[in-house]
């Protein structure tokens, strides 16, 4: 079946400091696939999304791009601040599943001032 | 635009009672909504998929009779915890997915129910 790996938490880095967070996944065909947010307490904020091969989806300065070769989608920011401490959740649907989402474990990241 | 909103936004209730979780669509029909569930600092585990007007689909482990699930309108799916106990304690979040369109394999989350079972 689907599946979506991502490292594990918690990061911990300081302002300003590079953010990546590596996400890996299993699936048939070509998934769309998904970066959500989840801040404390609250539900889950779509953060970005990419839908084929080479996409690139990016928002708030977060990027990640969809590589069908390593069946990766990695995330970044460049200068991250204490406001982007959350869980970042990896996540993957099939084309035709219907929206049926699979998730990755998540991963906690706290920026520190 | 496309907002989903939970109610209640958190319930504490005695063991044995039943709780009602509200999934509303503000601004957009779903056709499917989700049912998730989290523990603590733990991913979101999909327990059922509504489809408007049909039976809901329960993931395999999750017992139906237990967590009921209504999907009477497009705009609205209700998840009827029975019989509650401390291990039924979770946070709870449900997904609407737009009906057809470009985001067609998008979800929209509610912001969660806390359920605290004494």
């Known amino acids: 079946g689907d599946s979506v790996t991502q490292m594990e938490g918690p990061v911990t880095l300081s302002e300003e400091a590079f953010l990546t967070i590596n996400c890996t996944y299993t699936?048939?065909?070509?998934?769309?696939l998904f970066w959500y947010v989840q801040y404390p307490g609250e539900g889950l904020q779509l953060l970005l999304k990419?839908?084929?091969?080479?996409d690139k989806g990016s928002n708030k300065g977060f990027e990640a791009t969809y590589r069908k070769e390593t069946t990766s989608f990695h995330l970044e920011k460049g200068s991250v601040q204490v406001s982007d401490s959350a869980v970042y959740f990896c996540?993957?649907?099939?084309?035709?599943?219907?929206?049926?989402?699979?998730f990755g474990g998540g991963t906690r990241v706290l920026v520190k001032p | 635009g496309a907002v989903v909103s939970q109610h209640p936004s958190w319930v504490i209730c005695k063991s044995g009672t039943s709780v009602k979780i509200e999934c509303r669509s503000l601004?957009?029909?779903?056709?499917?909504m989700f049912w998730y569930r989290q523990f603590p600092k733990q991913s979101l585990m999909l327990m059922a998929t509504?489809?408007?007007?049909?039976?809901?689909?329960?993931e395999q482990g999750v017992e139906k009779d237990k967590f009921l699930i209504n999907h009477a309108s497009l705009t609205l799916s209700t998840l009827t915890v029975t019989s509650a106990h401390p291990e039924d304690s979770s946070f709870y979040i449900c997904?609407?997915?737009?009906?057809?369109?470009?985001?067609?394999?998008?979800?929209?989350f509610g912001p969660g129910t806390r359920l605290t079972v004494l």
């Open positions: 990419a839908t084929k091969a080479d």
């Open positions: 601004d957009f029909q779903a056709t499917t």
């Open positions: 996540a993957l649907t099939p084309k035709a599943a219907g929206n049926k989402l699979t």
């Open positions: 699936a048939t065909g070509y998934p769309s």
């Open positions: 997904s609407a997915g737009l009906a057809g369109g470009i985001a067609l394999n998008e979800q929209f």
């Open positions: 509504s489809n408007e007007g049909s039976k809901a689909t329960y």
